[in-house]
Structure formats: structure tokens, C-alpha cells
């Protein structure tokens, strides 16, 4: 769901609660969760709300682009006419997310961190590599519904649970880090890792990193683009599919597209090769069709969440479309 804003040393090489060390706190939405449910154990939890940098808290508008301190709310951002305007795919990723109460306090670094909702990880009587490196992944074998078919790993399937990340990959946003050698930037995209061997690291941020920032570039592409998001109610749930669309036509043809997709991936997935299939190529039903089938043909369905494959291609088609007829 929303919020950690455990940028920690935690989000990136994370130890087994055990010795969790310390970890940072913004909105605490995650984190308190974890933290009741005793799969998160910080011995010290640092609250970064006390830093004094107006910066962290800012939304800055240019025309070349936006720049959004990582201590800004979820809902300011939902709510800001000119994001809105110029990049519908972000407000509507983010007040697609849990419930606004949950936005009024979740930070947007802290959403990009948001850890798996995965059942088995939430549960500590279960074996679980990712909370407890080594001891299973009861996932595999288990009940998946809810758990990715891309990107997985013999170690690992949860799926990625956030919305907000896969606007920024469709829109090739950076993330500001600030560490122990000075401030950095990498993109969104390579923030997340796959689970690989080793699913109990999450993220590329090293011990001590903190996210100061997220810069979006400005593009032809930018104020057409759209969120889709499937799920099994329509408030306060998960993704079981979700796409964001950022579109550039030149008249029935697409110039550009950015595809990235949710719910069904271990990471905010950037579906190029939907993308290729589209440059170049008149926009309609059967062309998004096409693409939608090229970003699952490396799909990887378990036991109970194959309805992934028809539902995933459905909702990237659906946000194809409505990015087409979106009036700019
Ligand atoms: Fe843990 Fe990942 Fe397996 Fe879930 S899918 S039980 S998070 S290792």
C-alpha cells in the first residue's frame, strides 16, 4: 500500500528483523504495520519528519519538468491542478492507492518503498527468503493468487504492490539519493530489484541512502498518459492488473509510447517490447492487442494466478485506449 519511507539502510540490504539496525520513518504506514505484525524489528527508527529542508516538502513546477521533495503527502500531489494537468498518469496513480486517510499521511519516498504485501511475508510462522533469507518461500507451492508472473524467481514471487512507481517508470523519472558519498541520481527503473537469489534486498539503496527527491521530465507524452488499475474491489485494494500509458500520436500513428504495468510483476515493469510493437504503427484495438501480448510473452503463471495473463493484456489494451481518447 502506501507508505514506508523506511529508506533505511533497510529498503536496500536489509537484514533479518533480528538485526534490523535502524531504519528511517516518514507517514508510517508501512512501517507500523510491519512493525505490529513483528516482521519489522528496528531497534531505532529515525523520524525524518524532523528534518528542517523546505525542500523535502516541495512541489516545483518548470516547464521542463517537475521536481517533488520526498516528504511530500500522496494527497498534495493527487490534488495538484497543474499535475493533473500536465500529468494525468501520476494524480491517478496516486489517488488510485489505499484510502485517502492513508494518503494524507504516506510520503511519496516512502510509497516507492512500500515493501510486498505478500500473505506468507506478512506472516511470520511461514518460511519466507525475502523477510528471513534462507528459510523458503512458501508462496511457491502455496496459494498465489495475488503474486506476479514476471520477474519472478525460484526464490521469490511477490508482486510489487505500489501504483505510484509504474506512473514514473512510464514517465522515465529519476530519484534523487542522498548518501554517505553525496547526492546521486538514478532512474525510477532501477530503484527496484528483481528477487533474483536474493529477494530480502529490495532496492539498489545502500545503508544510510536517503530518497530526497523524485524529478519527472517534461514530454510530448506527458499530459497524455492514464492509469488503469483492476482489482477486486474498487477502494482500498491492491492491483491485480494495472497499466500506465504515456502516449505521443502523430495523428492515427503513435510517435512514442511508455508502458509500464503493476500488479503482475515482482517490480514496477517497463513493458518495452509492448512498446516496439507500437512505434511507428496505427493505434487501435488489434495493434494493442499485439502489444498487450508482447509484454507477457515471458510471463511465468503459477497454480491459482493464470487469470493474470488475459486480465493483464486486458488492462494494458483498456489504458491504450483510453490514453488514445484522452483530450489534450
Ligand atoms: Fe516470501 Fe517472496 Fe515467497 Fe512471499 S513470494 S513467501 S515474499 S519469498
Not at 515493501?115 to 533469507?133: A, Q, V
Not at 477486486?232 to 510517435?255: I, Q
Not at 503482475?264 to 499485439?290: F, H, I, K, Y
Amino acid at each position: 500500500m502506501s507508505d514506508i519511507a523506511l529508506i533505511e539502510s533497510a529498503g536496500a540490504r536489509r537484514e533479518p528483523p533480528t538485526r534490523a539496525g535502524a531504519q528511517f520513518i516518514a507517514g508510517g504506514t508501512n512501517l507500523v504495520d510491519y512493525m505490529k505484525l513483528d516482521v519489522a524489528r528496528p531497534d531505532t527508527v529515525i523520524d525524518l519528519n524532523s528534518l528542517d529542508d523546505s525542500a523535502l516538502r516541495r512541489i516545483n513546477i518548470q516547464d521542463t519538468g517537475i521536481r517533488l521533495g520526498a516528504l511530500v503527502r500522496m494527497s498534495e500531489v493527487e490534488d495538484h491542478n497543474l499535475i493533473r494537468q500536465r500529468y494525468p498518469v501520476i494524480a491517478e496513480s496516486l489517488g488510485l492507492t489505499a484510502t485517502r486517510q492513508i494518503r494524507n499521511m504516506a510520503t511519496l519516498a516512502g510509497n516507492l518503498l512500500q515493501r510486498t504485501r505478500c500473505e506468507y511475508f506478512r506472516e511470520t510462522s511461514w518460511g519466507c527468503n525475502k523477510r528471513e533469507p534462507g528459510s523458503g518461500c512458501a508462496a511457491i507451492g502455496g496459494v498465489d493468487r495475488q503474486h506476479a508472473i514476471l520477474g519472478t524467481s525460484q526464490k521469490c514471487i511477490a508482486t510489487y504492490p505500489g501504483d505510484f512507481a509504474q506512473a514514473l517508470v512510464a514517465l522515465d523519472a529519476m530519484v534523487e539519493i542522498e548518501g554517505k558519498n553525496g547526492l546521486r541520481k538514478i532512474p525510477v527503473v532501477e530503484l527496484h530489484q528483481l528477487p533474483g537469489d536474493t529477494p530480502h534486498i529490495d532496492t539498489s539503496l545502500q545503508p544510510a541512502d536517503v530518497i530526497t527527491a523524485i524529478t519527472v521530465p517534461a514530454g510530448p507524452w506527458a499530459e497524455r498518459s492514464h492509469f488503469v488499475k483492476v482489482r477486486d474491489r474498487t477502494s482500498y485494494a491492491f492491483a491485480l492488473a494495472s497499466a500506465a500509458v504515456a502516449l505521443e500520436l502523430d495523428g492515427e500513428k503513435v510517435r512514442d509510447v511508455r508502458i509500464a504495468i503493476g500488479g503482475v510483476a515482482t517490480v514496477p515493469w517497463r513493458a518495452r517490447l509492448a512498446e516496439d510493437t507500437l512505434r511507428g504503427q496505427a493505434l487501435d484495438e488489434q495493434s494493442a492487442e499485439l502489444a498487450a501480448e508482447a509484454a507477457f510473452s515471458d510471463a511465468h503463471p503459477g497454480r491459482h494466478n493464470a487469470f493474470k495473463l488475459d486480465l493483464g493484456k486486458a488492462t494494458i489494451v483498456q489504458a491504450l485506449m483510453e490514453t488514445k481518447a484522452m483530450q489534450v
